[in-house]
C-alpha cells in the first residue's frame, strides 16, 4: 500500500516569494491534515480536510496561507507572500476519518521550508 | 496550559539497554486516546503505539509498551533493548472526545550509543 506522498521534499525562498506544497493522501482515506512543524518543537494542525470540506482551520494564517483539496484526493498548500517565521517543515498526513479517539494518521515525509 | 508535557528534552542512552520516556497529561474528559510517534532525521512520523483511556492493559506493540498510570495522568512510552536505529524525536500526543485534533508535547531526542 502507498503511504502519504508530499512534494518538495525541500523547497528554499526569500521572503515575501509565494511557495506551494502538494500532498497525495491514501487511497480511500477520506481525512487529510496539513502541519506545520518548527524546530524543536511539535506539529501544529494548520488545517484539517474530511473529503474536499474544511473541518477546521482556525489556526492556518489565512492572510497568507490558503490551502485547498479538490475531489477529495490530493491537496495544495499556498504560502503567499512567506515569512521568515514560516520557515519551518510541512507535513501532510492522512487518516480513513476523525470522528473517533482512536484514529491513526499516517503522515509523509514532509517538506522542509527555509525562507531567506 | 500545557496538555501534553515531555519534561526531557534529550537523552543518551547505551544501546541494549531499555529507555523509558516520559508524558504526563491534561485532560478533563472521561474519553480520551494517547499516542507516541517516532521521528527519526528523515522527518516522517511513525505511529508507534496507542493508548485509549478506558483500556484496562497497557498497551505493547513489539519492543514498545505504554505505562499508563490513568491517576497520575501519565503515559510513558518504554522501549526494550534500545538499538542504534531507536535514535529519533519521540512525541507523545493526545487526542479528546470533545476534539478530534491531535495535541501534540514538545518531544524527547533520544540518541542510542554503541
Known amino acids: 500500500e502507498a503511504g502519504v506522498a508530499q512534494s518538495p521534499r525541500y523547497k528554499i525562498i526569500e521572503k515575501r516569494q509565494s511557495v506551494a506544497f502538494w500532498c497525495n493522501p491514501i487511497s480511500g482515506h477520506a481525512t487529510l491534515y496539513w502541519y506545520q512543524q518548527i524546530l524543536g518543537q511539535g506539529p501544529k494542525l494548520l488545517i484539517q480536510f474530511q473529503n474536499n470540506g474544511v473541518v477546521d482551520d482556525s489556526q492556518l494564517p489565512k492572510d497568507r496561507f490558503s490551502a485547498e483539496r479538490l475531489k477529495g484526493v490530493d491537496s495544495t498548500l499556498k504560502i503567499q507572500p512567506a515569512k521568515l517565521e514560516d520557515s519551518a517543515v510541512y507535513l501532510c498526513?492522512?487518516?480513513?476519518?476523525?470522528?473517533?479517539?482512536?484514529?491513526?494518521?499516517?503522515f509523509g515525509p514532509g517538506t522542509r521550508l527555509t525562507v531567506l | 496550559a500545557q496538555k501534553i508535557t515531555q519534561t526531557q528534552p534529550g537523552m543518551f542512552v547505551q544501546e541494549k539497554e531499555a529507555v523509558t520516556l516520559d508524558c504526563t497529561y491534561d485532560t478533563s474528559d472521561p474519553s480520551y486516546g494517547l499516542f507516541w510517534y517516532k521521528q527519526p532525521s528523515s522527518g516522517e512520523m511513525i505511529f508507534l503505539i496507542y493508548q485509549g483511556s478506558y483500556d484496562q492493559q497497557n498497551a505493547t506493540e513489539g519492543r514498545y509498551s505504554l505505562n499508563f498510570q490513568k491517576a497520575r495522568k501519565s503515559a510513558n512510552l518504554v522501549i526494550s533493548a534500545s538499538q542504534l536505529g531507536d535514535s529519533a524525536m519521540y512525541f507523545c500526543a493526545m487526542r479528546e472526545v470533545t476534539n478530534y485534533q491531535l495535541i501534540w508535547g514538545a518531544g524527547t531526542k533520544l540518541i542510542i550509543k554503541p
Open positions: 498526513a492522512s487518516s480513513l476519518a476523525w470522528g473517533a479517539v482512536y484514529n491513526e494518521q499516517f
